[in-house]
């Protein structure tokens, strides 16, 4: 069971209808009601009953179950889906269930059941890595092995350090654990995992196919969530940043996505870089030069599994706070990459750098072909993005060749260089004139519909961000009065109140969890039986109440501000 069996489709009507006062008309099997996303005159917002989906054909408007569409009409603001998925989502379930739909206990069952179903694939996973790891050492390993420790150059320790291990034919991890059918590791999470498929004779098999390289995949928190594998008898015919699931002719193959794993996710490498106290990260392209780097001490560094950079990986980098330092593969392919990654990094302002150098290669040929003091002078070389961008346009436009095409190129890079978040007008105009040959003057004409989007002027953000600040002081006081006075706890727990911060709700429960641990059960029974509230013949109480009402008087208002300030906004 998940959070959308919790509503049937004729629950999710009668919310709509009796708590949001949709008024519902039907067309089709479809229900159809005003969008409150836009100026809606003519009923474009669909419901289809069977799937539990709603959709805009107006604005375009989607959400996949009541719970995100119940979340974006009370904050149409939230436009980030992994606000919603990890926020608004639980803060609307809990809302919901206090309408009487469902129970908080369904909700604690459902959430219980994801957190040991996620345990058991990690623990599924972590055995399934054991497996493939013991085949790299016995006989059946052999080709595989003296692939990584001759070819690779790759020792035992690193081979551990990354938890390489190989197949051994595409039966074993079938053979050893589906059929077995244990209660452990259930028939059904193979399949969920796609580590195990049925085929065509209905009989269970393995995705990895025979004498293969398996390299686990592992998630921000360090615990293992898939497998890729790469197929030996390929590898000195191509470049090492393959990306297909095609198992018969690609050189790297990975376990397809399931429900709680996509790998546009996952940036290979990045529960070990975000721990490294280095203020910068390098952003890489395949498993090997990640491994390569790492025989260097190098540990702060990334790998995209690809060339293309995806908006939950922009997120991750984005998280680490450090400086992205760019390189990628020297061939056209990579260029174009580190072009169009830089482009998305400076336009979420994240700070960014290029390594400079001219092979043809990727990071890990120049680990090999050159001694730890030259591949450190090599990552200290580098390159302002914009001007890597300049200089990149500039090439592929061939200006030396055909001058006339300047006005065109000149008009392309301000119309991309606008969108960026920095001033860097006169570098542009500096720069442009001495590629061109065209004086500045002759340029400047092109900068007069220049405007720059400078975060420092958007009024509303900055009120929005100031204001959420606020309310996280309040929070914070509230969690300290609460750890250091049980009755401060049990007057907030009468309240049940959401806080918007994940560490504050950590401490909350850590809180919750110690004040009705044994040492505190029998007065944490007394209080809550008795219906703990303040009354006028308990003064201390009373006091301690007049505190907290305080508090989230102050957060009630300060959000009641921001949606006032928003409707303003859109009027």
């Known amino acids: 069971m998940n959070y959308k069996d919790l509503l049937n489709a004729n629950d999710i009507l009668h919310l709509l209808t009796n708590k949001l006062n949709f008024i519902p008309k039907q067309k089709g099997r479809s229900i159809f009601f005003l969008c409150p996303f836009h100026a809606d005159k003519n009923p474009s917002l669909s419901f289809e009953p069977h799937w539990k989906i709603f959709t805009c054909f107006s604005c375009g408007f989607k959400a996949n179950n009541i719970f995100i569409f119940w979340a974006k009409y009370k904050n149409p603001n939230l436009i980030n889906e992994e606000e919603l998925k990890e926020f608004e989502i639980k803060k609307t379930l809990v809302e919901i269930s206090k309408l009487g739909y469902f129970s908080k206990e369904e909700l604690q069952i459902i959430e219980q059941k994801k957190e040991e179903n996620k345990d058991r694939l990690s623990e599924l996973f972590s055995l399934v890595k054991d497996v493939y790891q013991h085949n790299l050492f016995t006989r059946s390993g052999e080709k595989v092995l003296d692939y990584l420790q001759n070819k690779r150059q790759i020792d035992r320790k690193l081979i551990g350090k990354f938890f390489l291990g190989c ?281 007069v519909n220049y405007k720059f989007l400078f975060p420092a002027f958007d009024v509303h953000s900055l009120l929005v961000t100031h204001c959420n600040e606020m309310i996280q002081e309040k929070e914070n006081k509230i969690i300290s009065l609460c750890a250091q006075q049980r009755d401060f706890w049990l007057l907030v727990n009468t309240i049940e109140y959401f806080f918007s911060d994940e560490s504050n709700r950590e401490n909350y429960r850590n809180i919750h969890n110690y004040y009705i641990s044994s040492s505190y059960n029998k007065s944490f029974l007394n209080s809550m039986n008795s219906n703990f509230q303040p009354n006028e013949k308990n003064k201390t109480t009373l006091s301690l109440w007049k505190i907290i009402s305080t508090f989230f008087q102050l957060i009630n208002n300060i959000k009641k501000f921001i949606i006032l300030n928003y409707e303003q906004q859109n009027e």
């Open 167 to 447: 197949s051994i034919n595409n039966k074993q991890i079938s053979n050893l654990l589906f059929l077995q059918k244990s209660d452990s590791f259930p028939p059904k999470d193979l399949l969920f995992t796609n580590l195990v498929s049925i085929n065509n004779n209905n009989q269970a098999c393995d995705f990895f196919l025979t004498q293969q390289l398996i390299i686990p995949l592992v998630d921000s928190e360090g615990k293992i969530v898939s497998f890729a594998a790469r197929k030996i008898e390929l590898a000195s015919k191509s470049n090492d940043n393959g990306s297909s699931t095609d198992k018969s002719f690609s050189k790297y193959v990975y376990l397809p996505n399931y429900q709680q794993y996509h790998k546009s996710s996952l940036l290979y490498n990045y529960s070990i870089a975000k721990k490294t106290r280095e203020e910068e990260c390098y952003l890489v392209e395949g498993f090997f030069d990640i491994i390569s780097l790492a025989k260097l001490g190098i540990e702060n560094c990334v790998a995209l599994l690809g060339t293309n950079l995806s908006e939950e990986q922009i997120k991750l980098l984005g998280k680490l706070k450090k400086r992205i330092i760019l390189f990628l593969d020297g061939d056209k392919s990579g260029r174009e990459a580190t072009i169009n990654i830089s482009i998305k990094l400076l336009l979420r302002e994240i700070e960014c750098e290029i390594i400079k150098y001219k092979y043809e290669g990727d990071p890990d040929d120049i680990c090999h072909q050159f001694d730890k003091e030259i591949v450190h002078n090599i990552l200290q070389e580098r390159d302002n993005p914009y001007l890597f961008i300049l200089n990149y346009y500039f090439t592929s436009w061939k200006l030396k060749e055909n001058p006339q095409r300047n006005s065109r190129f000149i008009r392309e890079i301000v119309s991309l260089f606008q969108k960026f978040k920095i001033n860097i007008r006169n570098f542009l105009i500096e720069k442009l004139s001495l590629l061109t040959k065209l004086d500045k003057k002759e340029i400047e004409p092109y900068f």
